[in-house]
C-alpha cells in the first residue's frame, strides 16, 4: 500500500566547506606555553657540534687578540668560521619571501573571493528566491521522488557551481533540518510546510574558474553568518558547524 | 687387495658424508631453535660522544620569581586547555545530537530515505587531506634542486 502523502515539502541543501590553508594564530596562553617549553628544552639540552666549534673558535679569537700567537694558533685554523656560516644562513632566510597571510581579498573584503580568511572555514552561501523572498541561503533544490537526499544536495551544488566541482561529501546522512511552516495565505492540506535536510562537502579543488555561477554567492564565515541568515536559520544551521 | 680397499673407501666415506650431514643439521636445529635477535632500537640507544662531560651547558641557576612563574603559567595552562576541551566535546555533541533529529525527522517522511541516508558510504574512507601550513604556497615558486638519500639502517631478523 502505497503511503499517504506528506504535506511536508522536502528539500536538500549542500553546505560546502573550504577547508583552512594556514594555521590560526595562537593564543596568548599557547605562545607563553611554547616559549617557556623552549626555554625548558634548552635547558635540558647539551651542547651540539655546531654550538661546541662557535664556542672553540670564540676562544681562539679572544685569546688571539689578547696574546697575538697567530703562528702557533693559525694551525688548528679553519677558513670558514661558524659564526659566518650562520650569517650566511640568515641572510638567505631574509631573502626568501613567502606568501602573504592576510591577503588582497582580505583587505578589501571581498567576500565573493576564496582567498579571504584562509585561516577559517569559508562556507557558500546564495541568493535564492523562496516565495516571493529574496533570501541568502545554503544552496537548496527540491527533492524530486527517486533520488536520495544525498543527491539532491549534490544537484543543488551542480546547479549553483556547474558540474566540474570536487567536493567531498562527508556521508550519506543529513547534518541538520530546518523546519518551517509556509505562511497562511499558501498553507493547503497538503502543503503544510517545507523540511530542509542539510549535507556537509569539503571543497577540494581551490581553483573555481571552471565553475558557472549563475546567481549572487558569497563565501563567508561562521561568525559572518548572522549578517546574512535569518535567525532561526541561522540557530540550526550553526548546531552542525564547527568552528 | 685391489677389490677390497676401493669398496671400504666408499663405505667409510658415505657413513663420514652422512655423520657430517647429520651434525649440521643438529647444528642447524639449534641455531634455529635460539631465540631470534632483538632489534636495536637506534632512538633509544645515547651515542657514546654525547655523554662527555664538556658538552653540559653551563647556564646560570633559576631565579625564585622565574620558578614561580612557570608554575603558575603551568597552572593556568592546565585550566585553558581543560576549558579547551570541553568546548570541543560539547561541539561534538551539539553536531551528533543535530544529526540524530534529522535522521529522526527524515524517518517521519519517507522510510526509504531514512534507508539510504544510514547506508555507510564506502568512498569517504580512507580520508586524506594535508595539513594546513603557516604560509599560503606561493605562486610560481621554484624549490632549490636537490636529491634526498635515505640512509635508515634496515635491520632483517
Request: hydrophobic content about 35%; proline content about 6%.
Amino acid at each position: 500500500t502505497a503511503a499517504a502523502p506528506r504535506p511536508w515539502r522536502l528539500f536538500g541543501a549542500m553546505c560546502l566547506l573550504r577547508l583552512p590553508r594556514i594555521t590560526q594564530p595562537l593564543e596568548k596562553e599557547e605562545e607563553e606555553m611554547a616559549a617557556l617549553m623552549g626555554q625548558i628544552e634548552l635547558e635540558k639540552s647539551q651542547y651540539s657540534d655546531h654550538e661546541i666549534r662557535k664556542l672553540e673558535e670564540e676562544e681562539q679569537l679572544r685569546r688571539r687578540k689578547e696574546s697575538k700567537y697567530d703562528e702557533d694558533e693559525a694551525r688548528g685554523k679553519r677558513v670558514i668560521m661558524a659564526q659566518d656560516l650562520e650569517d650566511k644562513w640568515e641572510q638567505k632566510l631574509l631573502r626568501f619571501e613567502p606568501a602573504p597571510r592576510i591577503t588582497d581579498a582580505d583587505k578589501n573584503n571581498d567576500r565573493t573571493s576564496l582567498n579571504r580568511r584562509l585561516d577559517s572555514n569559508l562556507m557558500l552561501l546564495v541568493k535564492q528566491k523562496i516565495g516571493n523572498q529574496e533570501l541568502w541561503l545554503l544552496p537548496q533544490v527540491e527533492w524530486q521522488p527517486g533520488e536520495t537526499l544525498r543527491s539532491t544536495a549534490e544537484r543543488a551544488m551542480a546547479t549553483f557551481l556547474g558540474d566540474h566541482i570536487e567536493a567531498k561529501i562527508l556521508g550519506n546522512a543529513p547534518y541538520g533540518i530546518y523546519k518551517y511552516k509556509f505562511p497562511k495565505a499558501i498553507r493547503t492540506e497538503d502543503n503544510v510546510g517545507a523540511k530542509v535536510f542539510f549535507f556537509k562537502a569539503f571543497l577540494q579543488s581551490s581553483d573555481l574558474s571552471q565553475a558557472e555561477l549563475k546567481e549572487d554567492y558569497l563565501w563567508v564565515t561562521k561568525d559572518e553568518l548572522g549578517d546574512y541568515l535569518k535567525s532561526e536559520y541561522l540557530k540550526k544551521v550553526n548546531r552542525f558547524l564547527l568552528d | 687387495p685391489c677389490r677390497a680397499q676401493p669398496k671400504k673407501k666408499k663405505k667409510v666415506d658415505v657413513k663420514r658424508e652422512q655423520a657430517q650431514k647429520d651434525r649440521m643439521k643438529k647444528k642447524i636445529k639449534k641455531l634455529e631453535k635460539a631465540a631470534p635477535e632483538m632489534i636495536p632500537i637506534e632512538d633509544f640507544i645515547t651515542p657514546l660522544k654525547y655523554s662527555d662531560s664538556h658538552r653540559v651547558r653551563s647556564l646560570p641557576p633559576l631565579s625564585f620569581e622565574e620558578t614561580e612563574r612557570r608554575v603558575l603559567l603551568m597552572k593556568k595552562w592546565c585550566l585553558f586547555k581543560q576549558k579547551q576541551d570541553e568546548a570541543e566535546k560539547k561541539a561534538i555533541q551539539t553536531l551528533v545530537k543535530a544529526q540524530q533529529e534529522a535522521l529522526k525527522e527524515l524517518r517521519l517522511e519517507s522510510e526509504e530515505l531514512y534507508q539510504a541516508a544510514i547506508r555507510r558510504d564506502e568512498g569517504l574512507f580512507p580520508f586524506e587531506r594535508d595539513g594546513p601550513d603557516y604560509t599560503p604556497p606561493l605562486p610560481g615558486y621554484d624549490p632549490p634542486e636537490g636529491k634526498c638519500v635515505d640512509i635508515t639502517k634496515v635491520y632483517t631478523q
